[in-house]
């Protein structure tokens, strides 16, 4: 974020939540609902010097005009940038004319490492048992994520091997 007051493209992310597989309540912000144009300005975190131009990296202060849409639990994307921030606090300001938020950055964004896949894969049908087929495969990762599932319903799945 460069240092100042600068107008920027600011997406607003609202929040969706859903249940995973466990019945758990999962928060994602999958798509920008909200994309207009506000003011921000540095007002803490650190700073750096990058091209002779200052940066600076964690919490700022957005103003933008006013819409009722825009709440607490959304995420905010500025222009150029692949990290999202938080709102910490809104402020109305005037009547209705604008919203004053403080905004805190979550992260620069996760590194990801990829786990190798599984080699070998094969399928053999059992020779004497029809309903049966014998999987191989050979593991590349200590955690690879396979899992093998079986059921006789279709609706009811119970796991075989990890």
């Given at each position: ?15 969706v ?59 905010v ?25 403080t ?6 964004g996760i ?10 894969f ?39 091997t990890?």
């Amino acid at each position: 974020m460069r240092s100042g007051v600068m107008w920027h493209r600011v997406k607003f992310y609202a929040k969706v939540t859903s249940r995973d597989t466990f019945g758990a309540s999962v928060d994602s912000w999958p798509v920008a609902t909200i994309t207009t144009r506000g003011e921000v300005r540095w007002t803490g975190g650190d700073r750096s010097i990058v091209n002779e131009e200052k940066t600076y990296g964690r919490s700022m202060e957005l103003t933008v005009r006013y819409r009722s849409t825009i709440v607490e639990t959304m995420r905010v994307q500025l222009d150029g940038e692949t990290a999202l921030y938080q709102i910490n606090y809104i402020e109305v300001i005037g009547r209705k004319e604008a919203l004053r938020m403080t905004l805190e950055k979550l992260s620069d964004g996760i590194a990801v490492t990829p786990i190798a896949p599984p080699t070998g894969f094969t399928a053999t049908p059992h020779v004497t048992d029809h309903h049966r087929v014998d999987l191989a495969w050979t593991n590349n990762a200590a955690n690879d994520g396979i899992v093998v599932e079986r059921s006789t319903n279709g609706n009811d799945w119970t796991e075989v091997t990890r």
